[in-house]
């Protein structure tokens, strides 16, 4: 495809601080594609607790069909824990995953200088399987994942199978195979030998597919300790959802926090989505002090994907583009927001970043 080629990319504010970082996530990527000459056609797509207020459900008519149309969105934060308790009250997360099978979850994490890093010279990826495992809005087609036979009795199922675990697994080794070319399996199939072990058996499968990765392998609790005490020595890593879910937070603690942790979900479709891995931190909207990073960098995560998959060199020069407005923000405290070790507020690190996307 050319440069003239129109990107169509939704807008999902989400909740709470995603009325904030979304918007400026989306005024980066404006200013970045205007640099670089990539065309986009942005389109607002309603969802969450405003959807709610407006539409009478979070995740209106409509919704869906529309990003049925769309090249990718960017996600906000989700805030569903909050939400009243009524049946057009639902979390829109499973419903976007299951319906475009958005079955990867890739989440970096890379450690900057100053910015209260536990370690330097962090730069790994976890990708973590998407739509099976313990959580009971994925795992079945019907019903819940999590059921309660008897008062003292509750019962949650892990639902892990040879298809999930291929696609999870080959998108991690084609990750792999475009960094250093080094993948490790994170499992417990010393415990669970079924689940586990098919996940893992899985996985050397399509390994033959990717005779150049070298493959290795850490039981999760011994991978928890060690991304304390040795995360340098990890490059790209799979997973399965749960373990994944909790790995990427650790991770994230690692480097500054949550709002240091981008993530974009990917399928085998031509879709993908841009997704911050925090909260919606109701107790900070509106102050315009929450971290933009996080999302800003999934938008330039997202615009990379997109680049590489319609063969778009004007969106990879946005990525490279919105990469170096990025570096140069977090370069220096006046730029950096709080929780990051600097004295910006979320406008002013937007700011930085602008100005540092021009230099």
């Known amino acids: ?98 319906t475009f099978d958005l079955f990867a979850n890739v989440r970096p994490t890379r450690s900057f200088p100053d910015i209260g890093c536990l370690h330097d010279d962090i730069d790994l990826v976890i990708v973590r399987e998407n739509n099976e495992g313990f959580q009971p809005d994925r795992n079945v087609v019907m019903g819940s994942g999590e059921f309660r036979p008897t008062h003292d009795v509750t019962i949650s199922v892990r639902v892990i199978t040879t298809e999930g675990s291929a696609k999870v697994a080959r998108a991690a080794f084609e990750i792999a195979r475009s960094r250093k070319k080094r993948l490790t399996l994170v499992h417990k199939n010393t415990v669970y030998k079924l689940g586990c072990g098919m996940f893992v058996d899985t996985c050397y499968e399509v390994a033959k597919d990717f005779p150049d990765v070298v493959v290795d392998e850490v039981i999760v609790d ?31 603690g690692l480097v500054g926090g949550l709002g240091m942790a981008p993530g974009l979900c990917i399928g085998r479709g031509a879709i993908a989505m841009a997704q911050a891995t925090h909260g919606s931190a109701p107790d900070i909207a509106g102050k315009d002090i929450a971290n933009p990073f996080a999302m800003i960098e999934s938008t330039r995560m997202l615009f990379d994907w997109l680049g590489h998959n319609r063969g778009l060199p004007a969106a990879l020069s946005m990525s490279n583009i919105m990469k170096r407005g990025i570096d140069a923000a977090l370069a220096s405290p006046d730029t950096r927001t709080p929780d990051i070790c600097g004295t910006a507020s979320q406008s002013q690190m937007v700011q930085g970043i602008l100005d540092g996307m021009k230099s």
């Open 222 to 252: 011994t991978m928890a300790m060690r991304l304390v005490r040795d995360p340098q020595s990890f490059d790209t890593v799979v997973t399965t959802n749960m373990f994944g879910d909790i790995l990427t937070d650790e991770a994230a």
């Open 1 to 98: 495809m050319s440069a003239e080629h129109v990107l169509k990319i939704g807008i999902l504010e989400g909740d709470d601080i995603g009325h904030e970082v979304v918007p400026a996530s989306v005024k980066t990527a404006k200013a970045a594609a205007q640099m670089a000459g990539q065309k986009i056609e942005w389109v607002d797509v309603p969802i969450g607790r405003k959807a709610l207020d407006d539409h009478g459900h979070t995740m209106p008519d409509g919704t869906l069909e529309t990003l049925k149309t769309l090249d990718g969105w960017i996600l906000g934060p989700i805030g569903h824990r909050e939400y009243p308790k009524v049946p057009e009250a639902i979390n829109p997360h499973p419903i976007l995953r299951k």
